[in-house]
């Protein structure tokens, strides 16, 4: 179990989201990173779609009631345990009655805590993921508070294999793994980034100047953001001529412009359907690095094919695919080493 002894700013339950009920307006919400989800996951022996905790800026103190194995991917945001910093990307034994906390944002704003087992609440509509504004799902359909109990599920035999190899060398309370994931799904430690986009369904209705400034001019991220959408602030964009716009589906990363002339970027807890034009829709490969942007960075849009989008995105998933595979040898490892009674 995990005691919350400080939320810290925005703490909830997250996985993939909630598929298959927009129709009915449910919106999908989910992480905002969810390929620093898959792989914490991954790299505690868990189904990649398993629930974990999405740690927003200002990340909270936990204490772990029993012995627990973790990771932590996604933002840099100084994880430490009893005081000490530990490294990300890596699975992280922590014994029982110790303490997780954070410090600084050192690169990105959202964590992701996966622990073996995962998250053990039970979900709605299929999916445990927080959504506020309906106070569905998640734990108790809220952020997490100070005194929250919540509960994790018991970890399979390959993480429990890992966690006795671990509890070896343990000091101060944990032990790393000293094998991680690379940075290859790292995303810039930049405040001025290079968002890759195709067009959008009414990218042609947009002025000639508004299609360059879009493409020529930095847009920053302003205060009124948050996990439904990211406000833009940058040269005003508008039509060629007015147009009646009917509602219509939208996705993570369309990019609306409402009639201020001022950009939208619809995220995770985005509405099921939108009615302003959309000049452009940000590629799934670089849903990572606008998950970790935070107010006052600067982005500069970049236009590719969606050829080239659909590439970008396999190639990732190819790469993913790959650290799975490396991943699940390093526990059969373990495992074959704890049953035969042999030190790795």
């Known amino acids: 179990?995990?005691?919350?002894?400080?939320?810290?700013?925005?703490?909830?339950?997250?996985?993939?989201?909630?598929?298959?009920?927009q129709k009915y307006g449910v919106i999908v919400s989910g992480a905002m990173d969810s390929f620093a989800l898959r792989i914490a996951n991954v790299l505690v022996g868990n189904d990649e779609n398993e629930a974990a905790l999405e740690i927003t800026l200002l990340g909270p103190e936990i204490e772990f009631t029993a012995d627990a194995l973790v990771s932590l991917c996604g933002g840099d945001?100084?994880?430490?345990?009893?005081?000490?910093?530990?490294?990300?990307?890596?699975?992280?034994?922590?014994?029982?009655?110790?303490?997780?906390?954070?410090?600084?944002?050192?690169?990105?704003?959202?964590?992701?805590?996966?622990?073996?087992?995962?998250?053990?609440?039970?979900?709605?509509?299929?999916?445990?993921?927080?959504?506020?504004?309906?106070?569905?799902?998640?734990?108790c359909g809220r952020p997490l508070k100070t005194g929250d109990h919540v509960k994790v599920s018991s970890p399979g035999c390959l993480a429990k294999s890992l966690i006795k190899h671990l509890s070896q060398t343990l000091a101060d309370g944990y032990a790393e793994a000293d094998w991680a994931v690379s940075n290859m799904f790292s995303f810039p430690s930049s405040d001025r980034l290079a968002i890759r986009v195709i067009k959008g369904r009414h990218f042609d209705l947009f002025t000639l100047e508004s299609k360059a400034a879009f493409f020529n001019e930095p847009f920053v991220i302003t205060p009124q953001s948050d996990r439904m959408g990211y406000r833009l602030k940058g040269p005003d964009l508008g039509l060629g001529h007015p147009e009646e716009m009917l509602s219509e589906a939208v996705c993570y990363g369309t990019i609306q412009v409402p009639p201020g002339g001022q950009p939208i970027?619809?995220?995770?807890?985005?509405?099921?359907?939108?009615?302003?034009?959309?000049?452009?829709?940000?590629?799934s490969v670089d849903f990572p690095a606008i998950a970790?942007?935070?107010?006052?960075?600067?982005?500069?849009?970049?236009?590719?094919?969606a050829k080239q989008a659909q590439l970008l995105l396999l190639q990732k998933e190819a790469m993913l695919r790959q650290v799975k595979q490396g991943i699940q040898l390093k526990f059969r490892e373990v495992k074959i080493d704890d049953e035969s009674g042999f030190e790795l």
């Open 77 to 139: 945001l100084s994880p430490r345990v009893n005081g000490k910093s530990i490294r990300m990307w890596r699975p992280v034994f922590i014994e029982q009655g110790s303490v997780l906390s954070f410090g600084a944002a050192n690169q990105g704003i959202r964590t992701y805590l996966a622990v073996a087992g995962g998250i053990n609440v039970p979900p709605s509509l299929g999916s445990k993921s927080t959504y506020l504004r309906a106070t569905l799902g998640g734990y």
């Open 265 to 283: 970027i619809l995220l995770a807890d985005r509405p099921a359907t939108g009615g302003y034009p959309k000049i452009a829709e940000i590629a």
């Open 1 to 21: 179990m995990l005691n919350i002894h400080k939320p810290g700013l925005l703490t909830t339950v997250q996985d993939p989201g909630r598929f298959g009920f």
């Open 292 to 305: 970790q942007a935070k107010p006052g960075d600067h982005l500069f849009f970049e236009l590719i094919s």
